[in-house]
């Protein structure tokens, strides 16, 4: 039987996580994959691009090396841009004009930065002036690095994930860093007003300058970037500014496609298009009018097409998820899951606010059961409330019980407790790997891919790491003192 031709537009983490799930399903007996990439090399973690912009080798962040695809039978085509696809010949054709028989498409582009049209931010020829930066791409974070000087002023404009990611490392650096957000609240899209202002009080104590409820105007300065003017009038210092103002989904090969757009592509719930043989997933696609820029649902659906793709099982479907976060925003523990504010006047809503220690928690539930939260700060009991709201368990009779517990709710926290959210790895699995041989945190990681996900769990990983993990034997002859 002849193989198939699958390709695949895009090298980015839903791309990477597709790749993952289909090889395990064994496609290479049913398909040559090749994937288009713009960016050289392989794919790479892009919540991890902090690390990078903090002066940590590229490397450190790349998920699938050259290696990989040569490993796996998958055909890297990296550098290089898609136009479109032609669907009736089904050909991709690249921006150079070359043509690539497919049988199968998907398309995983991904979302672009949205970047605001600032007086005095691009040049003649239409390019980000220099001082100027994007936070989305490998590239984007090295040019950052080698423009930063310890002492210089840093503008972020957007106080989002992203934006404050980027204020954190730079304020690391040595910068001094002011943080413009539109919202009156940060983080607005998965925090209310109360979380949003905790959030700020705990950044602004690690030497972040936070400004609410206002908006850049224009960039100031001639041949350099010398500040920024805000729409009260006020200019503010600035050597750099950082766009950092969400994303938008890339739907131009889609569009130059002749496929159904709307907010992002439109597919159904086998992340099929409306046209035959062509998929997408990822923050480009929307499902049931909805958009997913976070890991999980992105991952939910790669599992879904791999599985139809490959025949793994045939009656697999994308439902839609249920949206939860947990974050390391700026140094901050940061946990938001499903309704952050009550929908019916019968709807309950809990909260503890500690203003001394910058803390918040908070439960909105309906009939007992948890329609959403939020936590900034205090975010002990929040890996076993995700499962609880993933599975829409009951809560304690007294719900309180929840928000006052130092690290896990009943049942939920006994042996099964998820601490990676992304791959679904429990606590009992990392004991297993660590008592199983793997002693540190790498070592762990790799073992159960835990932390390889968003990320926002390695820290506890590496608590259990230090925990579990036997000690080191000391050299025959040493002499270990006590006390």
Not at 110 to 124: D, F, I, K, Q, Y
Not at 191 to 217: A, N, P, S, W
Not at 222 to 241: F, I, K, N, Q, W
Request: with cysteine; net charge negative.
């Amino acid at each position: 039987m002849r193989r198939k031709d699958l390709v695949v537009v895009g090298n980015g983490m839903a791309t990477c996580r597709l790749l993952d799930e289909l090889v395990s399903r064994g496609a290479r007996d049913r398909y040559n994959i090749t994937v288009f990439g713009e960016e050289p090399g392989g794919a790479y973690s892009r919540v991890l691009l902090s690390k990078v912009l903090a002066g940590e080798a590229p490397d450190s962040i790349v998920t699938k090396p050259q290696a990989w695809y040569e490993r796996n039978g998958v055909q890297l085509v990296s550098g290089t841009s898609v136009a479109r696809l032609d669907t009736a010949a089904r050909m991709v054709v690249t921006d150079g004009a070359a043509a690539h028989r497919y049988d199968v498409a998907v398309i995983a582009t991904g979302s672009r930065p949205l970047v605001p049209p600032l007086e005095g931010m691009t040049t003649a020829e239409g390019e980000l002036r220099p001082g100027v930066f994007v936070y989305r791409t490998m590239d984007d974070c090295l040019r950052m690095r080698g423009h930063a000087r310890a002492g210089d002023n840093a503008i972020v404009v957007g106080g989002g994930l992203l934006g404050l990611e980027a204020a954190k490392v730079l304020s690391d650096m040595g910068l001094h860093v002011t943080v413009i957000h539109v919202a009156k609240g940060l983080m607005n899209a998965q925090l209310d007003q109360m979380g949003g202002d905790m959030l700020e009080q705990q950044i602004e104590r690690c030497g972040i300058f936070v400004r609410t409820g206002r908006t850049v105007e224009a960039i100031c300065g001639d041949e350099v970037v010398e500040g920024v003017r805000l729409d009260d009038g006020s200019v503010l210092p600035a050597d750099m500014v950082i766009m950092a103002c969400g994303v938008r989904p890339r739907v131009d090969v889609a569009r130059a496609s002749g496929l159904p757009i709307n907010k992002g592509i439109v597919v159904n719930d086998t992340m099929a298009t409306q046209v035959p043989g062509v998929y997408a997933i990822g923050e480009c696609a929307e499902h049931r009018g909805r958009l997913y820029g976070i890991v999980t649902p992105i991952w939910e659906q790669a599992a879904v097409l791999a599985d139809l793709l490959t025949g793994a099982n045939p009656q697999a479907r994308y439902r839609g998820s249920k949206l939860y976060s947990r974050l390391k925003v700026a140094g901050v523990d940061v946990t938001s899951m499903g309704s952050v504010e009550p929908e019916l006047e019968s709807d309950e809503v809990l909260q503890i606010v500690e203003t001394r220690k910058c803390t918040y928690r908070k439960l909105v539930l309906r009939d007992g059961r948890l329609l959403g939260a939020m936590f900034v700060g205090n975010t002990a009991a929040s890996a076993a409330l995700v499962q609880l709201f993933d599975r829409n368990d009951p809560l304690p009779a007294d719900p309180l019980e929840v928000l006052c517990a130092g690290g896990g709710v009943g049942a939920a926290a006994q042996g099964e407790r998820m601490v990676c959210n992304c791959h679904k790895v429990s606590e009992s699995a990392l004991r297993e790997a660590i008592q199983g041989g793997a002693c540190t945190l790498e070592a762990v990681c790799a073992a159960t891919k835990a932390g390889t996900g968003c990320g926002s769990c390695r820290s506890e990983v590496a608590q259990m790491v230090a925990r579990h993990a036997p000690a080191e034997e000391p050299p025959a002859g040493c002499i270990v003192a006590a006390g």
